[in-house]
């Protein structure tokens, strides 16, 4: 009897490429699952967010200042704890982490990879019912494995993702990875609890209708941001236009609409603060080599942002990402800052 099923799990993906390697050792397909498995758990706390009393401040303030939401403090623990438990990483960074920690037990001293995450971007989404996300960095270690891993581990240019994903708990739930190789998405089946490959071989337009900025900080931008903002608004039949803005506060969800359909996102530094808000090692890094994997671009408006060589944890960046063509468009107003 021939079974005709044409569904892949990610399960199923990610062994079937690692057979495509006979010197794997399984780990990266390992690490991949134990994300998902923290994922689906998080998953069932954000759809019943509004119905148990996990909504609101947890009353205390993150390393950077911000509110924490309960809802980030459980994801951060689910994602930490199967990582820690997991055969393939020897530590993490997370946004709600003042520091890195480094797992020291047998098992994770020899495992090859470190991990960054943002266990919930867009938290401040949660209360309103919009689509929220989770953000991860993978590295492989460049310390010796069979030691505890070090800071140098984490603070690798992001050129050197062996892989790099983000979940969105939206209207479905995704779960989008790349490696060098590619950018698979894969959709929550609710039936059988598992991410079926739903967006094979994931590849960005190269150009778009979309641009996704926070217009309140318009004059607050530099001179030539704002000039670049205007030429969008200014878009007609005549040079590509006219553009849409969308921008919903979760980049999570503006990426995704993105890299799916076209477009260009921009969170750009400010008068207060030069380097913007959003976080190099696990917001930016992660987002910059998946979207490059599919054939955009990523910047901080004058370095690809893949070759930035971070020197903190929570170091932050002004950051600009989406399809190619708008990119190129985009440096020749930024060049001039
Ligand atoms: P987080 O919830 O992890 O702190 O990140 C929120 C980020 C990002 O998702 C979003 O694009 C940006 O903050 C929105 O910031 P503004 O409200 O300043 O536009
Ligand atoms: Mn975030
Ligand atoms: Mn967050």
Same mark, same amino acid.
């Given at each position: 009897?021939?079974?005709?099923?044409?569904?892949?799990?990610?399960?199923?993906?990610? +062994?079937?490429?690692?057979?495509?390697?006979?010197?794997?050792?399984?780990?990266?397909?390992?690490?991949?699952?134990?994300?998902?498995?923290?994922?689906?758990?998080?998953?069932?706390?954000?759809?019943?967010?509004?119905? *148990?009393?996990?909504?609101?401040?947890?009353?205390? *303030?993150?390393?950077?200042?911000?509110?924490?939401?309960?809802?980030?403090?459980?994801?951060?623990?689910?994602?930490?704890?199967?990582?820690?438990?997991?055969?393939?990483?020897?530590?993490?960074?997370?946004?709600?982490?003042?520091?890195?920690?480094?797992?020291?037990?047998? +098992?994770?001293?020899?495992?090859?990879?470190?991990?960054?995450?943002?266990?919930?971007?867009?938290?401040?989404?949660?209360?309103?019912?919009?689509?929220?996300?989770?953000?991860?960095?993978?590295?492989?270690?460049?310390?010796?494995?069979?030691?505890?891993?070090?800071?140098?581990?984490?603070?690798?240019?992001?050129?050197?993702?062996?892989?790099?994903?983000?979940?969105?708990?939206?209207?479905?739930?995704?779960?989008?990875?790349?490696?060098?190789?590619?950018?698979?998405?894969?959709?929550?089946?609710?039936?059988?609890?598992?991410?079926?490959?739903?967006?094979?071989?994931?590849?960005?337009?190269?150009?778009?209708?979309?641009?996704? *900025?926070?217009?309140?900080?318009?004059?607050?931008?530099?001179?030539?941001?704002?000039?670049?903002?205007?030429?969008?608004?200014?878009?007609?039949?005549?040079?590509?236009?006219?553009?849409?803005?969308?921008?919903?506060?979760?980049?999570?969800?503006?990426?995704?609409?993105?890299?799916?359909?076209?477009?260009?996102?921009?969170?750009?530094?400010?008068?207060?603060?030069?380097?913007?808000?959003?976080?190099?090692?696990?917001?930016?890094?992660?987002?910059?080599?998946?979207?490059?994997?599919?054939?955009?671009?990523?910047?901080?408006?004058?370095?690809?942002?893949?070759?930035?060589?971070?020197?903190?944890?929570?170091?932050?960046?002004?950051?600009?990402?989406?399809?190619?063509?708008?990119?190129?468009?985009?440096?020749?107003?930024?060049?001039?800052?």
């Amino acid at each position: 009897m021939t079974i005709n099923r044409k569904i892949l799990t990610l399960d199923e993906f990610t +062994i079937q490429q690692m057979r495509q390697f006979p010197s794997a050792t399984g780990e990266l397909s390992s690490l991949l699952r134990d994300i998902g498995l923290a994922a689906k758990r998080v998953n069932v706390e954000v759809n019943k967010a509004g119905l *148990v009393d996990i909504l609101g401040d947890a009353g205390t *303030v993150n390393i950077q200042g911000e509110d924490v939401k309960k809802l980030d403090i459980y994801a951060n623990n689910q994602f930490m704890g199967v990582l820690q438990h997991g055969i393939s990483c020897a530590g993490i960074g997370s946004e709600e982490l003042d520091d890195f920690v480094v797992f020291d037990d047998e +098992i994770s001293n020899n495992s090859k990879y470190v991990v960054q995450f943002d266990p919930l971007d867009g938290s401040g989404n949660i209360d309103v019912n919009i689509s929220i996300g989770t953000i991860f960095s993978v590295y492989r270690r460049i310390s010796e494995v069979g030691q505890p891993c070090v800071k140098e581990d984490f603070l690798q240019p992001g050129s050197r993702q062996v892989a790099a994903g983000y979940i969105i708990y939206g209207s479905s739930t995704m779960y989008v990875y790349a490696t060098k190789r590619g950018v698979n998405g894969f959709t929550l089946d609710p039936a059988i609890g598992e991410f079926c490959l739903s967006h094979p071989d994931i590849k960005c337009p190269p150009s778009g209708k979309v641009y996704s *900025v926070n217009h309140g900080n318009f004059f607050q931008y530099t001179i030539n941001t704002r000039e670049y903002i205007n030429v969008c608004q200014k878009k007609d039949k005549t040079n590509g236009g006219p553009y849409t803005q969308r921008y919903i506060g979760s980049m999570v969800a503006d990426v995704h609409r993105n890299l799916m359909k076209g477009g260009i996102f921009l969170y750009p530094g400010t008068l207060d603060k030069p380097n913007g808000k959003l976080r190099l090692l696990y917001e930016c890094n992660p987002f910059a080599f998946i979207v490059e994997i599919a054939g955009g671009r990523a910047t901080d408006g004058k370095r690809r942002i893949l070759e930035i060589e971070p020197t903190e944890l929570h170091q932050r960046t002004p950051f600009f990402v989406g399809s190619k063509d708008m990119m190129d468009e985009l440096d020749t107003y930024l060049q001039k800052d």
